[in-house]
């Protein structure tokens, strides 16, 4: 069985910060990790993804993520946040074929 | 535009009507998958398609359920006698699987939100 945990419904930050998403997961087999943006009324994007090999993965709009096994952890991190992060953002886990979300973290951003 | 589209994009319904929603993957792709996502939730996996093969159904997937891919392009999620439980995003997905260990890269769709009054 898999499942994901995201640490904080809500994370507020102001512009320019470092922006710091926590994600811990629990799977029997290994693990694919994904991370999605959604912004309102809309789908999700991919930011990023661990499949393996590379445990630091870079993604778009400046985000990166690190797999960490014996943590089991893959927090998505942004050095420096912009006000066009804000939406709510979510880590997935798969073994292979549907993916198991977590609750999703909205992050605000103020000027 | 070549990403995955869903139609309607917004639909209100009456309690006991019957609603479809259509969505059209990215061309090429093999995988289709439908999600429903509710206020304040991850999406949650309802079912998914290999070519025009259902493999796998979740258990939130009730008999008022039903979904198709004929000739393994677009695809149709049917609900029957909606009740107001029903209301919620529901998201396409779709991806290429080109061997049987294979990174599923899902891309989704902008979701069709349905209200059932």
């Known amino acids: 069985a898999q499942s994901v945990t995201q640490l904080g419904s809500h994370v507020s930050v102001s512009e320019g910060a470092l922006v710091l998403l926590r994600c811990n997961y629990s799977?029997?087999?290994?693990?694919?990790l994904f991370w999605y943006v959604q912004y309102p009324n809309q789908g999700l994007q991919l930011l990023l993804k661990y499949t393996t090999g590379a445990t630091l993965v870079k993604g778009i709009n400046g985000f990166e993520a690190e797999f960490k096994k014996s943590e089991t952890s893959f927090h998505l991190t942004k050095p420096s946040a912009h006000m066009s992060d804000a939406a709510e953002y979510f880590c997935?886990?798969?073994?292979?074929?549907?993916?198991?979300f977590g609750k999703g973290t909205t992050l605000s951003v103020s000027s | 535009d070549t990403g995955v589209s869903q139609d309607p994009r917004h639909k209100i319904t009456k309690r006991g009507q019957n609603v479809t929603f259509r969505c059209d993957p990215i061309?090429?792709?093999?995988?289709l998958y439908w999600y429903r996502q509710t206020l304040g939730q991850g999406p949650e996996f309802l079912t998914y398609f290999q070519n025009e093969a259902q493999l796998e159904k979740s258990r939130l997937l009730s008999d008022r359920f039903s979904a198709e891919r004929p000739k393994g392009s677009f695809s149709t999620l049917e609900i029957q006698r909606t009740e107001q439980g029903d209301s919620a995003m529901y998201l396409c997905?779709?991806?290429?699987?080109?061997?049987?260990?294979?990174?599923?890269?899902?891309?989704f769709g902008p979701g069709t939100r349905l209200t059932v009054l």
């Open positions: 997935a886990v798969s073994g292979g074929t549907a993916l198991i």
């Open positions: 061309s090429e792709h093999n995988r």
């Open positions: 997905a779709s991806s290429l699987v080109v061997r049987v260990i294979s990174t599923d890269t899902q891309y």
């Open positions: 799977s029997s087999v290994p693990p694919y």
